[in-house]
């Protein structure tokens, strides 16, 4: 993750030391960055994708549309697309373990609660 953190860092011309991320830094640089939480590797495979659907090139995981699209395609291309609960569920565990077959309580209550609000959302609209 420390390459790529750091690809990405300097591409956009940022100090990679003052770049908000999800844990504090303890080798140079942190964990998951940006809104939606994209590991540095994982948003190397789909920024050229993100830059191509946004216009935005390099594209930034630190600004919200750059990376809700990221978001969008990787939940896509994880099945979500399908539009069954069991879809969404499995995307959803892959979004926060890199497995869609991830069967830890962290999976199952994240993929629960997801699908639970996507319920109430339907329901509102």
């Excluded at 860092?9 to 640089?29: A, F, Q, W």
């Excluded at 609960?85 to 962290?106: H, L, M, N, V």
Aim: charged share 20%; net charge positive.
């Amino acid at each position: 993750q420390k390459k790529a953190y750091f690809q990405i860092t300097d591409e956009l011309h940022y100090d990679p030391d003052k770049m908000p991320v999800s844990r504090k830094p303890k080798y140079g640089c942190g964990g998951a960055m940006g809104p939606a939480q994209f590991l540095p590797a994982t948003w190397l495979l789909y920024k050229d994708r993100v830059a191509a659907a946004t216009g935005q090139n390099p594209p930034d995981p630190w600004k919200v549309e750059a990376s809700f699209m990221a978001a969008a395609l990787y939940l896509a291309d994880r099945g979500a697309t399908k539009k069954t609960e069991a879809a969404e569920r499995g995307a959803a565990k892959a979004y926060i373990s890199g497995s869609s077959t991830c069967s830890t309580y962290t999976c199952n209550i994240y993929s629960s609660n997801i699908v639970s609000l996507t319920r109430v959302i339907d329901s509102t609209i």
